[in-house]
């Protein structure tokens, strides 16, 4: 499973907005999307208006290939790119191992 | 559960040797660490000297006072910091929801 980490900064008081708007994009565009594994939406302690998505993709080019270029990426994008303060960063993660209590 | 994201990387041509030693590190000193949930290292798909340690807490001071002022902390930095090209970036992102396939 490759996991993209994206990184986005929103504007300034529009964490509700943001949320909800992730919310419904998760469950509209990405959730049925070919390769789609995991989802996490995560806030920044230290960084309040940034977040993180942490996405499971069965591979690199499910993400990449099939879903970025797809109708449903710009249907993703027009949900919640309107609270972006900047580009993402976005980046792919290899698995190599992991552990749990 | 907080998720600790440090983003780390390394020297080149220590791959072998930098995930050798974060198995070590992750056996000996982190597991037994109070309040640790789990661990992934993950490699960079778009920067082939990154790696990326994704660190379940149980709470924020479990990692920021309990594992990073104890000596555990130490010896954790023995074992991977000789392999680390620079500061690793450390943060930590508290949960919004998640969803799966």
């Known amino acids: 499973m490759i996991l993209e980490i994206a990184a986005i900064d929103i504007l300034p008081g529009t964490h509700e907005q943001f949320e909800a708007a992730v919310r419904t994009a998760v ?26 998505l942490l996405i499971g993709w ?17 249907k993703w994008r027009e949900l919640i790119g309107p609270f972006f303060a900047g ?3 976005v980046d792919h993660w290899s698995e190599v191992f992991e552990a749990a209590r």
Do not use: C, M
């Open 27 to 52: 469950e509209t565009v990405l959730s049925p999307a070919p390769g789609f594994v995991s989802f996490e939406l995560r806030h920044g302690v230290e960084r309040p208006d940034s977040y993180v």
């Open 87 to 89: 580009a993402p960063q």
């Open 58 to 74: 069965r591979s690199l080019e499910d993400h990449t290939v099939g879903f970025r270029e797809s109708e449903s990426f710009v």
